[in-house]
T-cell receptor, first 111, second 116 residues
């Protein structure tokens, strides 16, 4: 299975962009990169996903390197409500329906 | 629109009791998933339904865990003879189609089970 590596934690300032890195060096084929986040005491929330091209939606942008071995989730203007654990997940061909969350990155947005 | 709902939100059980956790998926969603999240860890896959068919139950930790979705909508996760190690948050998710890698899963708020 393609595994992901994320920093354990990071801080960012309110109003600034938050850039969350993820390594997935063993990703292959048509395996998608998904990002979810989990705010304290809530269920995981879908943020964005991508395959090869950069993606943007109302929540965030996803930048995937050309070799697809890493990606960055960008929260353009972090707010205190963005404080959460962020999970980078590779959805693996053949086990598509299982989301393997890992430990994620605990992001703390500070005023 | 209505999201995934779960009940109860909190459940305290004495060791040895049976519990039943309910999940109401988003209306019309074909696939339904159960995950278990221990304190401080990411969610772990338990089982997967497509309509009423349970296609994968490989993540269920023991035969004390049983899940059903008899009419292809509401699902119940049952835990028999609960043990302290069963204490966790149980998350339910649903997705529109067959659960493939472009099919987004939407999660409920979870049920926090505490076994004393």
């Amino acid at each position: 299975d393609a595994k992901t590596t994320q920093p354990t934690s990071m801080d960012c300032a309110e109003g600034r962009a938050a850039n969350l890195p993820c390594n997935h060096s063993t990703i292959s084929g048509n395996e998608y990169v998904y990002w979810y986040r989990q705010i304290h005491s809530q269920g995981p929330q879908y943020i964005i996903h991508g395959l090869k091209n950069n993606e943007t939606n109302e929540m965030a942008s996803l930048i995937i390197t050309e070799d697809r071995k890493s990606s960055t989730l960008i929260l353009p203007h972090a707010t205190l409500r963005d404080t959460a654990v962020y999970y980078c997940i590779v959805r693996v061909r053949g086990n598509d329906y299982k989301l393997s969350f890992g430990a994620g990155t605990t992001v703390t947005v500070r005023a | 629109g209505a999201g995934v709902s779960q009940s109860p939100r909190y459940k305290v059980a004495k060791r040895g009791q049976d519990v039943a956790l309910r999940c109401d998926p988003i209306s019309g969603h074909v696939s339904l998933f159960w995950y278990q999240q221990a304190l401080g860890q990411g969610p772990e896959f338990l089982t997967y339904f497509q309509n009423e068919a349970q296609l994968d139950k490989s993540g269920l930790p023991s035969d004390r865990f049983f899940a059903e979705r008899p009419e292809g909508s509401v699902s119940t996760l049952k835990i028999q003879r609960t043990q302290q190690e069963d204490s966790a948050v149980y998350l339910c998710a649903s997705s529109l189609s067959g659960g493939g890698r472009t099919d987004t899963q939407y999660f409920g708020p979870g049920t926090r089970l505490t076994v004393l």
